[in-house]
């Protein structure tokens, strides 16, 4: 197992390669704050297959998010949609994920094609006479300690300690331990652990 530090390291020397991908898309963003450089980067950093690819994303993601710690690891084929997205230490996201608008709290599972969306209401189809192209996104939060099962989709604020199960469609904020289960997800209380006496 790399330390913390060691990985600070090999993520540091990263930037050398991604420097250009991530000071342009920094730039652009405070500048202009168009997310498109970023956008492009993100998605062909994805595109790298094995370890060095995690840390040329981890090394990108270092500079260009709001947050970002040196043991972020980010599957192939995933990506953050946004730099306002912040990640804590020791998230790890799976292959074929997308990350919204989203401050992951410590020690998040993200699974495999886990969907992580700006709110449930990114197009307000009443507002006719707005562009198509506005866009309302919503900061989800994601508390400590969570897991995101395969193929999740997660719309709402969920609070730590807490367990998606796989394919389920988060919709409304999840309190914290417990599990959500179905589309749309109900809510169940995780149940202690009881030591059963002699």
Not at 11 to 29: G, K, R
Request: aromatic share 10%; glycine share 10%; with cysteine.
């Amino acid at each position: 197992m790399i330390s913390y530090k060691l990985k600070a390291v090999v993520v540091w020397l990263m930037h050398l390669l991604t420097w250009p991908l991530s000071f342009s898309s920094w730039l652009v963003y405070k500048l202009f704050g168009s997310e498109e450089v970023f956008g492009f980067s993100a998605k062909l950093l994805s595109l790298v297959p094995g370890r060095i690819g995690q840390y040329l994303r981890t090394s990108f993601y270092c500079v260009t998010l709001k947050e970002c710690k040196y043991d972020l690891v980010v599957g192939f084929c995933s990506f953050f949609a946004h730099p306002t997205a912040s990640a804590g230490r020791g998230v790890v996201i799976g292959c074929f994920s997308i990350i919204g608008s989203a401050e992951l709290g410590n020690h998040i599972y993200v699974s495999s094609r886990v969907s992580i969306m700006g709110g449930k209401n990114q197009h307000d189809m009443e507002k006719k006479e707005e562009a198509p192209s506005q866009v309302n996104y919503e900061m989800i939060k994601i508390g400590d300690n969570t897991w995101l099962g395969e193929g999740s989709l997660v719309m709402a604020n969920i609070e730590g300690d807490s367990t998606v199960s796989p394919g389920s469609v988060v919709t409304k904020p999840m309190p914290a331990k417990t599990i959500a289960i179905g589309n749309p997800a109900r809510f169940l209380k995780k149940e202690s652990t009881v030591v059963p006496k002699k």
